[in-house]
């Protein structure tokens, strides 16, 4: 499910394609990617449980860190619905 949800913010990314967010909208997909890779190692590896919980967590707080920061960022460069007038 991660790399399907990375995949999406690809395809939204390109869907704003000349719009200034479209060339950061794509960054969004890389903790999306990196957490399928992880989960991808953790069924084809026999992972302890205790290391298993600290990719989780890791990856967990790389998504939501990475999502806030930079559509926070958007936010107070686009200045509400409009951007810049």
């Not at 969004?28 to 298993?52: E, G, K, N, T």
Request: hydrophobic share 55%.
């Amino acid at each position: 499910m991660s790399g399907l949800a990375g995949a999406a913010w690809v395809v939204f990314a390109r869907s704003q394609r000349g719009r200034m967010q479209s060339r950061a909208l794509g960054w969004l997909c890389i903790p999306f990617f990196q957490m399928a890779l992880v989960y991808l190692w953790f069924s084809i590896a026999d992972v302890p449980i205790d290391v298993r919980g600290m990719h989780a967590r890791i990856g967990l707080f790389s998504v939501s860190v990475s999502q806030a920061v930079i559509l926070f960022i958007l936010s107070y460069l686009q200045r509400g619905t409009h951007g810049h007038q």
